[in-house]
Nanobody, 114 residues
Framework: QVQLVESGGGLVQPGGSLRLSCAAS????????MGWYRQAPGKQRELVAV??????KYADSVKGRFTITRDSANNTVYLQMNSLKPEDTAVYYC?????????WGQGTQVTVSS
């Protein structure tokens, strides 16, 4: 069984920063990708940033503001979010892709508001 535990969400003012973390545990032998998605009220879940074997990918809306990093030794992925905007408000989900399928975290709320 694979589990993903997310942390780091919260309330921040516009222009502020937050750092999300996602730790994967369980029977993990090979990782294709780890990344972050988000879902705002009334909208579809969308890719924010992902680390694959080939590199990293970001949504255009977060390029230059967000940075994704991965600690391979501990199966952990981080999302450093700077210059946050109100439109970044959403539930952020971690996703792990392995040979036998995909796993999602429970989500962490990020609210950007003054």
């Amino acid at each position: 069984q694979v589990q993903l535990v997310e942390s780091g969400g919260g309330l921040v003012q516009p222009g502020g920063s937050l750092r999300l973390s996602c730790a994967a545990s369980g029977r993990i032998f090979s990782i294709y990708a780890m990344g972050w998605y988000r879902q705002a009220p009334g909208k579809q879940r969308e890719l924010v940033a992902v680390v694959t074997r080939g590199g990293t990918k970001y949504a255009d809306s977060v390029k230059g503001r967000f940075t994704i990093t991965r600690d391979s030794a501990n199966n952990t992925v981080y999302l450093q979010m700077n210059s946050l905007k109100p439109e970044d408000t959403a539930v952020y989900y971690c996703k792990l892709e392995v040979p036998r399928g995909s796993y999602w975290g429970q989500g962490t709320q990020v609210t950007v508001s003054s």
